[in-house]
């Protein structure tokens, strides 16, 4: 850490520096040539503690020993990815209930991802408020996503 602080400080110097000589130097003939040298002792300030060996980039990769491991890693992320459907879709369903004004409302979709990335609905699981609603609710849900089972469930179900 303080190498790199050393370099950040070098590097303002050295800025402050060039500034000043390039105000100083008598006409535009030399400015190529100053502009070169300034950048050549710059890079040279810069990347001396990488050649000293006091910064070293050591990163570590995960690594996968085992394919046991490699498929606990890939069974993680589609659970995420499945969760994340699931998700949005409660999400999506839920705005589009409010906006047909049934309120207070939880979903719960339950989703199968395909190995072609495809996903399909497997249930959808509604509580209201008013159960009056639910087949109102089902109708919007139904004319959303197609024939799909949907199930009324209870407050503790849901939780």
């Not at 800025?15 to 006409?27: E, F, M, Q, V």
């Not at 991802?113 to 497997?122: E, K, L, R, V, Y």
């Not at 089902?138 to 209870?154: Q, R, Y």
Request: charged share 25%.
């Amino acid at each position: 850490m303080e190498a790199f602080r050393l370099i950040t400080k070098t590097a303002c110097y050295i800025g402050i520096a060039a500034a000043i000589l390039d105000s100083l130097y008598p006409n535009e003939r030399f400015g190529k040539q100053m502009k070169i040298l300034f950048t050549v002792v710059f890079l040279i300030i810069i990347t001396a503690p990488f050649a000293r060996g006091e910064i070293d980039f050591d990163i570590s990769l995960p690594t996968y020993s085992s394919l046991d491991s490699y498929a606990e890693a890939q069974e993680k992320a589609h659970a995420l990815f499945v969760k994340t459907a699931e998700s949005n879709i409660n999400t999506r369903l839920e705005e589009l209930l409010n906006h047909h004004e049934i309120y207070n409302v939880k979903i719960k979709t339950s989703v199968n991802i395909s190995d072609n990335a495809g996903i399909s609905i497997n249930e959808v699981a509604i509580t209201l408020d008013a159960p009056l609603d639910f087949d109102k609710a089902s109708a919007i849900i139904k004319s959303e996503l197609g024939e799909v089972l949907i199930k009324e469930v209870d407050k503790e179900w849901m939780s």
